[in-house]
């Protein structure tokens, strides 16, 4: 399966940087919306709202931003934006069909958004990133999976 970092990476980091704009979000919380309010698109998240362009690009930075990434980098260009965004909702719903297959049998809540939230960030990590940086979050899964484990006993 392909990761949704590296869809990224070929998709629109290698977008010129005229060509993309930089998004920030705060950190990541639960219940993202996509509401089609009075002045727009917007993606909600409690009180938070993030004014957004189109539809396209709300939907785009919620995929992001439910993977735990703070900073998006956009196309400007609606038409491209279109046509990357099915494989990228595509990539999206396996993620996380695996992940909730991974993560299922842990009876704590708390443990099982950590869980998520680590293999989430293991999806999304870009070839810089990789090697220390992969091994550090496998070794922390394995120690909250263990310690899980033994608090689910």
Not at 69 to 83: C, F
Not at 97 to 107: A, D, T
Request: charged share 35%.
């Amino acid at each position: 399966m392909e990761l949704i970092g590296e869809y990224y990476r070929d998709k629109v980091l290698c977008l010129p940087e005229n060509k993309r704009k930089l998004v920030e979000l705060p950190a990541w919380r639960d219940n993202i919306e996509i509401v089609n309010e009075l002045f727009g698109w917007v993606l909600k998240c409690g009180k938070v709202k993030i004014q957004c362009r189109s539809e396209e690009e709300a939907r785009f930075l919620w995929v992001y931003w439910s993977f735990y990434m703070t900073e998006i980098w956009i196309p400007s260009d609606d038409k491209y934006l279109s046509e990357i965004l099915p494989r990228l909702l595509v990539l999206k719903e396996g993620h996380d069909e695996v992940v909730e297959e991974k993560v299922s049998f842990y009876s704590n809540r708390k443990v099982r958004e950590e869980l998520k939230r680590q293999i989430y960030l293991s999806a999304t990590l870009r070839d810089e990133d990789e090697g220390e940086e992969v091994e550090e979050l496998e070794s922390e899964t394995l120690e909250q999976t263990q310690t899980s484990r033994h608090s689910d006993l």
